[in-house]
């Protein structure tokens, strides 16, 4: 039954195809062949299509020929030829649009290959385009890079697999940043197993992990909330035994922080700090971030001398930031003095400091205090803006002096709105 049903199909396919190549079509399109089908969108004025897409280990058809590799890697055995041709006329206005936006600095070989990725059809495998494309032209590493570059403006998802592609190709001299380039670009997609695969790869290809790979790794784990494959590659970077840089540490904290492991983030921060070595900017504000919304306010206090410590200057938001940590663990006057040191650094505080202070004596019902503190404001020319008035209004309103609040708010919209005049005639 079967072999009758197999000669059937061999019947029907032999007007096009020989029995040889029709056999290899099926064996290849088998349950076991490497073959894999993924959407590929190579112009983004064109409906995307699914193509077959592949890296056999031994045979492929291309152009109703059989195709003979070594290995996978694109090296063609002899006696077999790979067949070039350039796109014909007939292209959509399209087409003809992105080809126009090529580089004008681009070699004659790099256009090639980029007007046939451009018109890529269905009916074409971009493996094979690819190795005939380099058995033809003979591309050098500058002529990969230059392709690549304009295959990620076209299509990023098409730029993967002709990177993939290129990582073992002879001619594009790869090295061990390419595949870093390459492990980051996955990540970035959140394609975690392409990513890993690919890692696994370029090591046995012997290529070996340095300090930047690992960093990549951890940032990849760590958005991935794989806290223990993050820790595992920066126990690898210490490893290395080469002083570790701030972007390792700082990735590392960032893991920490996303897994809610602030203990460990501050501790991994002092021991930057013992080796002279600060964290970036985003980094401390993070870190920061986290114990404010934690309400952890000796926690924030000491990571703001840190970033004290470490030479960055703080801005109003840190600021914000620390005040939010005191005015939530319920330590007001620590949240004022915190203002009150801003306002000495030249600093003055923003709206949404002084809506957290008035958040903050409310919930303790001392409406004295929070006058007292909007008056010293206002003597230091500080206005009171929309977030904190609506607080105020609020908290008026609900002890019952509706009119006084009406007027409060005239007068702050007529003062505010001179003193705008008077600084706009001041700037002319």
Known sequence: MIMSRLFGM?????SSLSLSSFLLNVFLAGPNSQLHHRSLNICKYREPFRQTCSRPSSACLFHGEVVNFEGGNGEIKEGLKLKWHDVGPELTEAQKHEISQL?????????????RLICFSKEENLFLLLASWVKTMRPKRCDW???????????????????????????????????????DSYAKYDRLHDAQKLFQSMKTRGFLCDQVTLTVLINMYSKAADLRHAEEAFED????????????YGSMIMAYI????????????????????????????????????AGDAEGAQRVFNSIQFAGI???????????????????????????ENM???????????????????????????????????E?????????????????????????????????????KEERKVASNKAKK
Not at 10 to 14: P, R
Not at 330 to 336: F, L, M, P, Q, V
Request: aromatic content about 6%.
């Open 10 to 14: 061999i019947m029907l396919s032999a």
């Open 145 to 183: 890079l230059s392709v690549l570059k304009e295959v990620k403006r076209v299509d990023v998802s098409l730029f993967l697999e002709v990177m993939e592609y290129a990582l073992v190709e002879e001619s594009f001299e790869a090295n061990v940043r390419d595949y870093t380039k390459l492990i």
């Open 258 to 293: 996303r897994a809610k492991k602030l203990e460990l983030a501050e501790t991994l921060l002092k021991d930057m700090e013992a080796e002279q070595v600060f964290a970036g900017r985003e980094v401390y504000k993070a870190i920061l971030r986290a114990f404010s919304l």
């Open 237 to 248: 970077i210490k490893l290395l035994k080469s002083p570790m840089d701030k972007r390792a």
């Open 103 to 115: 580089s004008p600095t681009m070699t004659k070989r790099c256009k090639a290959i980029m007007r």
């Open 343 to 377: 306002r000495v650094a030249g600093l003055k505080p923003n709206d949404k400091c002084i809506a957290l202070m008035l958040v903050a004596y409310r919930k303790k019902n001392m409406l004295d205090r929070a006058l007292d503190f909007l008056m010293e404001l």
């Open 313 to 339: 200057v703080p801005d109003s938001r840190f600021c914000a930031l620390l005040v939010n940590a005191y005015c939530m663990a319920g330590k007001i006057e620590g949240a004022r003095s915190t203002i």
């Open 379 to 415: 003597r230091d020319g500080v206005v009171v803006e929309q977030e904190a008035s609506e607080v105020l209004a609020q908290w008026l309103r609900g002890l019952g002096v509706v009119n006084e609040v009406e007027v409060a708010l005239r007068e702050f919209l007529v003062v």
